[in-house]
């Protein structure tokens, strides 16, 4: 058996911690346009959810799975959270909470008794880097837009911003920060382009925080842990139990559950944490550490937990076992003392982050079979709808229907697992539904 070190184990738990820490800004940004209080300025509640979701969710991988492996609320998901579930369709944000847990649980159910793998092979390899890859070009969408690269017009949808903005000169900045430092593999290049972009915004006065320069913050910059009295417990199981919101808790489960494990086997991976069939060892208790600590941040207040590929680097600097994810969890819960210094760090400062980490999900595309008209097409649908019709739950109905409707009239019912078929039936009465008022 292999040695383990305890110094290089919390090296390399340091690393993950800094590679991810963006999270601990990005994800308030992104929920604090969606959960709101009228009168009480939620980002630092936020960030403790944020950060107190992500420790729970990496300490239960380091007892559960022990793997080396980091958990935090996921990219893409806080996205379809805010903007999709409670911007554009207008669900209270105690509800959309009261989805995520439920996902958690069915998620859970899944992993316990071993459905895990029957679900998995339901759901064709091309369909799940469309959906990987739609989910990226969304978050570019969204950093763009953030930026003010990206604004709306009435005669195309689209268009290019005022390119002399703040807005768009910091992006550039970060990018220009962050990308070298990525080509030199360096583990904090996404948080260093976060710094730098929010200095310069500091030292120019730059009007990036809601429209003014920024201000010391009351209290000032180091704080007791900002508690998040008003999420916890917040969440609404009763709606989201409605039969309106079915597809909601749906696309939080499908999108996690794929995530996660594709995440999970790359890690594995290099690792040398996989069995002779290639699949991951401790499984079962690796996707239930991602299952609770998904329901356990519902209920603290944030959206969906899942493993991070960003783990990568802690591996690569040498974790090799459960130690490592421990570690990062304390890192994250120590976090929790400086929040207000988080609290600095401006939305176009996380512009960057959001166009680097989904310029880096657009790769899934490239294990798509292009030849194989029916995945090229439904793969190529489920990623470029969701951006489009700002919907990921629009983008894997494509996905699906392609999938299911050119399979059949290709006479290759053999391709079609029956719970694809079953999804179909289901997607098609939803619509219908849906157009019907």
């Known amino acids: 058996m292999e040695r383990v070190s305890v110094s290089a184990e919390a090296r390399a738990a340091l690393t993950t911690f800094l590679t991810m820490a963006y999270i601990l800004v990005v994800n308030p940004t992104l929920l604090g346009g969606a959960i709101q209080i009228e009168g009480v300025d939620l980002f630092g509640e936020l960030l403790a959810a944020t950060a107190l979701a992500a420790a729970a969710g990496s300490i239960l991988m380091g007892v559960l799975g022990r793997h080396p492996f980091a958990l935090a609320p996921g990219m893409g998901l806080n996205a379809y959270f805010a903007f999709e579930i409670v911007g554009a369709r207008g669900i209270p944000w105690q509800t959309a909470l009261g989805a995520v847990f439920l996902s958690g649980c069915l998620f859970l159910i899944l992993s316990v008794t071993g459905v895990r793998g029957l679900v998995a092979r339901a759901i064709p390899e091309a369909l799940q880097h469309g959906v990987v890859a739609g989910i990226g070009l969304f978050l570019l969408h ?33 990018l220009a920060v962050a990308v070298p430092l990525q080509a030199r593999g360096v583990s904090w290049a996404l948080l260093a382009g976060m710094g730098v972009v929010t200095a310069v915004a500091i030292v120019t006065g730059q009007p990036v925080w809601q429209g003014a320069a920024l201000s010391a913050p009351a209290g000032g910059w180091i704080q007791a842990p900002a508690w998040p009295t008003h999420l916890i417990g917040a969440l609404d199981l009763s709606g989201a139990l409605s039969l309106g919101l079915l597809d909601v808790v749906f696309v ?14 790359g890690l594995a991976r290099r690792t040398g944490a996989l069995d002779e069939e290639g699949q991951l060892t401790r499984a ?52 929790l003392l400086i929040w207000p210094l988080f609290a600095a760090v401006p939305g176009a400062a996380t512009a960057p982050v959001l166009v680097l980490v989904g310029l880096s999900m657009l790769g899934s595309l490239g294990r798509v079979d292009w030849d194989d008209r029916a995945a090229a097409v439904s793969a190529g649908l489920a990623a470029i709808v969701m951006p489009l019709t700002y919907s990921i739950a629009n983008g894997i109905s494509a996905g699906i229907l392609t999938w299911v409707l050119l399979n059949l009239l290709s006479g290759r019912r053999e391709r079609v697992h029956p719970l694809m078929f079953a999804l179909a039936v289901l997607l098609v009465v939803r619509y219908a539904w849906m157009a019907g008022g």
């Open 252 to 265: 939080f489960l499908f999108v996690d559950f794929f995530d996660t494990t594709g995440t999970l086997l």
């Open 284 to 335: 079962r208790g690796a996707f239930s550490a991602d299952a609770i600590a998904t329901a356990f941040g519902a209920i603290v207040g944030t959206s969906t937990t899942t493993s991070y590929i960003e783990s990568a680097a802690g591996v690569e600097a040498g974790g090799r076992t459960g130690l490592t994810a421990v570690f990062v969890g304390l890192l994250f819960l120590a976090s």
């Open 142 to 174: 969204l950093g763009l837009q953030a930026a003010g690269v990206v604004v709306d017009n009435p005669a195309t949808l689209v268009a290019l911003g005022d390119v002399t903005a703040p807005g768009v000169w910091l992006l550039l900045l970060g």
